[in-house]
């Protein structure tokens, strides 16, 4: 009982110090109940203890080796399964990363202000943000 307290006033307190953020790139936050586990994102656009809530709407892939120019793009739609499949110039591919391949995931809010979901590598190192 005493651990479960001691997660829920941690992530009390957390939250106090991101609603001071002006613009919170990245957050990541136990789950609501406090005993699982697994981890929740944060919405960008509603970040409240009420009302947190996102959707996954769409992964676009980019897929290149180091400094090419052209990209391709895979697109998934996840309602409907609909996969596209475009080869872009790379100042034209809206690619996280600016040298290498990259994920995102499109999302919205529960107010529907959408927002990407990025994973992405540069210099060896990977990297999460939104968009």
């Not at 110039?89 to 927002?115: D, G, H, L, T, Y």
Request: glycine share 2%; hydrophobic share 30%; aromatic share 10%.
């Amino acid at each position: 009982m005493e651990i479960k307290q001691n997660i829920k006033k941690a992530y009390n307190e957390f939250k106090r110090y991101c609603n001071k953020l002006t613009h919170p790139d990245l957050l990541i936050l136990p789950h609501k109940d406090y005993t699982k586990s697994e981890l929740m994102l944060a919405c960008p656009y509603n970040f409240n203890e009420e009302w947190n809530e996102s959707h996954q709407e769409k992964v676009i892939c980019y897929c290149r080796t180091e400094d090419k120019k052209l990209i391709k793009r895979v697109e998934i739609d996840l309602y409907t399964g609909a996969i596209s499949y475009t080869i872009i110039e790379e100042s034209k591919s809206k690619n996280p990363s600016s040298r290498r391949q990259a994920v995102s995931i499109a999302m919205s809010s529960e107010n529907a202000s959408p927002f990407l979901l990025n994973v992405f590598q540069h210099k060896g190192h990977t990297y999460i943000n939104t968009s």
